[in-house]
């Protein structure tokens, strides 16, 4: 089965998600005679990986195919010490990411902003969250009779009975909930667990400022097949509405598609960058040299034009339809965290030939490189296959893309663009040019240790 192209990332329970385009193509590994007995797979994917994987100068001739217990066992003895990103996952979960499928109470938590209660980052539309009233800014104060205070001590310890107070995934389990509404208004209501679509566009708004009509479009947690409609529908909103400027917030975008990417490239730069070049693809000499040797050198570089078509993402409008609603921007400004990562950092490095690109916020993830994720046994592996640089050469971010302006990422107070301390900082920088000090100097939340760190924000 051939592969095309991705980035992927991790977020959602374990990711937002990736998808494809029909750019280039790599070949899914195989095992003779169909066994998927562990040493078999160990050797088929270590073959696929001396192919296509990025860095496979880094890789040993040999391996004791024995030696391995899993595949990320393998992959995790193999990889480049410059890897922070390749990972193995179960098909079927990874088919669901990848589609928009996802199992919890469709909301983010931040476990690390106070030991009184936990924040509401984000809630997805139609889940069991959104259905019970929590928003963006919401804080939950007791969780199935636990109070947030001895939850958050149970998830930084790792004890079970922290899991054991979500609940098991059962269709329709429920959990009773205390909060606080962004106004301090206490509630209390039922969490319902299940089988949730999950949106990328959080908000798409049009705000009045000194600059115009200005849009904001939250787009987070992953570039993924329903993000296509969602973008077609939000920039329809903007040309609708004859949007001047524009703040792209991907504070919690870790990744996904490159043909969404290209999507929304397309949607801010419009006619400049009308058929050029969105990103040029950098493989391996191996991979490199079977493109040219079968003619199709053309795969190495993706065009902004009616090839993102090829993508096959549901519901979302052809790209000479796309064109309509392009907003043709001399300026963007991107909001920016270090979960801006993979396809986000694609969008604001292919911006920059065609568009002025300002991030404020902090440094970005660092990930100029991508996953063409591959098949076997059930598996998924998504290893690094390749590079990108935009259509003036530039890539070499591996350290993140700097902000414009350095503001912290604020509390949330508010649902999308309510009390924001960094989109106010964007409309700021819009209309004055300026970086705002007293933003930059505010002190950040750091966790204070690498187990805080990682349980900063949750999704369920």
Known sequence: MNKGIITALLGFSLASCGGSNSNAVIDDPQIDGNQCLQPDRNQAWFEFLQKNYLWNEDLPATIDANAYASTSAL?????????????????????????????????????????????????????????????????????????????????????SRYSETLGPDIQGYQIPITWLTPDDTEQTGTLVKGTLSTNTVMANQVLTTNVGKTGYLSFQSGFIEPSGAELDTAFALFTEQGVDELVLDLRYNSGGRVDVAARLVAYIAGDESHDKTFVNYVYNDIV???????????????????????????????????????LNLNRVVVLTTAETCSASELVINSLKPF?????????????????????????????????????????????????????????????????????????????????????????????????????SYQAY
């Open 75 to 159: 992959l995790a003895d193999l990889k480049s010490p410059q890897d922070r990103f390749s990972f193995v996952i179960d098909t079927a979960q990874w088919n669901n990411i990848s589609s928009g499928f996802a199992f919890g109470y469709g909301m983010r938590l931040d476990l690390n902003e106070s030991d009184d209660y936990v924040r509401i980052v984000y809630v997805f539309k139609n889940s069991g969250a959104a259905n019970a009233g929590l928003t963006r800014g919401s804080r939950l104060t007791e969780i199935n009779g636990v109070s947030a205070a001895q939850l958050k001590q149970w998830a930084i310890s790792g004890d």
């Open 288 to 326: 490199t040299n079977q493109i040219i040797a079968d003619g199709s050198a053309e795969h190495l570089t993706f065009k902004l034009n009616s090839s993102l078509d090829q993508g096959n993402l549901p519901n979302a409008i052809p790209y000479t339809q796309m064109r309509n609603n392009a």
């Open 355 to 455: 568009v002025d690109v300002h991030t404020i916020g902090s440094a970005t993830c660092g990930k100029p490189v991508g996953m063409i994720p591959a098949d076997l046994c059930g598996e998924t592996m998504l290893s690094i296959n390749f590079s990108t640089t935009n259509a003036n050469g530039e890539a070499d971010y591996f350290n993140g893309i700097t902000p414009t302006c350095q503001v912290n990422n604020q509390t949330v107070k508010g649902d999308w663009g309510e009390n924001d301390v960094n989109l106010n900082a964007a409309i700021n920088y819009l209309e004055t040019g300026t970086c705002p000090v007293s933003a930059a100097s505010e002190p950040q939340r750091i966790s204070q240790n690498e187990n805080q760190r990682a349980l």
